[in-house]
């Protein structure tokens, strides 16, 4: 495979239109891992008033294919700014009405779908809807973003890196920066990837493409233990735009590892609030946990449990986020079987490393063992995932294995988790201990 992403010039980076190129929940692998990057956030209000004018001109135009696809974008883009995936019909409706006004040459609606697709996890169906407005429209931008998203997910680097660079050709804005980014970092090349996010932001104007990218910075900081430097990408971006809720994540991260718990936990709070997504509130029952708030931390498990239904019912595929569930309680042999089940749909390194969690979690050491080795080959930069190759390499007796794991974790980011960093370090100094 060639070197991902050619060198592309930087261009003038204008305010992100309403979902550039389709969205998916979360922005890159931070603990709790998530799905691959998107478009600076639209405020929500900007939202209501598009969503309200589409709404307007479909009363007097009915059979307006255009602005039914925006109505349908528009209540994606939604769903993702709000954590609210009650919306997901509402824009399937609006979609595939879309479609029925105008079956052929509507590219804009397929890519809709496609995002809609992505955002509910359906990444196969995603890839589909991607595909055939490539076929009607070999130039559009807009499929490569979902195509390339549908890719990571599933499993299919050299395909992922494939279509972004295209979309990188066609329009070298945010959305095909953040992806050629987040490309970069999955082959583990954070300075490259670093360089071009900073590229991005010395393009940037709005406030909102600001905190965007000052997030995305934050993040590659933060996976490279620098923890400094997080911190001050994520003031910078606040300052640009308080209500971009990742930043406060990444805020909440830098204070666990920095021993501040309160100020971690009230951020957490903040964000769990503003927008109760699973991950959210999986994260923000940890950091309760850790301050020693166990009912409250229950609670929000059940709250976590509440929104992965909801997601479910509203059309989403997520055994992932099931199988995490299930291991916060202890149920190892579901969480074995919901993992299994997301592998078969798409084997990305997020999967593999739960699935080895939770083989681990059943005292399958033997079996968990080639997916952690997995996922720690697929994430070349992910501290959690070394960590959890560690511990499943001590079970089964690997000591040699286990030391070089946990260097790896010291290496990448002794701050990765405000439980188990502390813990790594101990194992590896009581592993140098014994040589």
Known sequence: MRSPLRTVAAGSIAAVALLAAGAVFGLRETPPPAPAPVAAQAPADRLAESISRAQARLRELPRDHETWAALGLAYVERARVTADPSLYPKAEGALRRSLKVRAADNPVALVGLGALANARHEFAAARTFATDALRGNPYNADAYGVLADAHTQLGDAPA?????????????GLAAY??????LEQHGRLTEA????????DAAVDPADVAFCRNQLGDLAWFAGDLEGAATEYAAGIAADP??????????????????????IADAATVATR?????????????????G?????ERQLKLADAAHKIFVANGGSDDLTGAQLALTRGDAASAV??????????????VADVLGRALHAAGR?????????RAAGLGPRNASYAYHLATVSLAVGDDAGARAALRRVRELNPYFSPTDGPTAARALSALEAQR
């Open 365 to 373: 050491d033997a079996e968990a063992l080639p997916y952690a080795r």
């Open 243 to 264: 209500s971009y809720q990742p930043l406060l994540r990444g805020r909440a991260r830098v204070a666990a590892a920095s021993g501040r718990i309160d100020a971690a």
């Open 194 to 201: 670093t360089g071009l996010m900073r590229r991005a932001l």
């Open 293 to 297: 708030r166990a009912p409250e931390a």
């Open 337 to 350: 079987r919901l993992a299994r089940s997301e592998w078969r749909r798409r084997p990305f390194a997020d």
């Open 160 to 172: 992922a890196t494939a279509a972004i660079q295209r979309m990188l050709d066609l329009r070298p």
């Open 178 to 183: 953040a992806r050629a980014s987040y490309d």
């Open 275 to 291: 927008t109760p997504t699973p991950d959210t509130l999986m994260e923000y029952a940890e950091l309760l946990r850790l301050g």
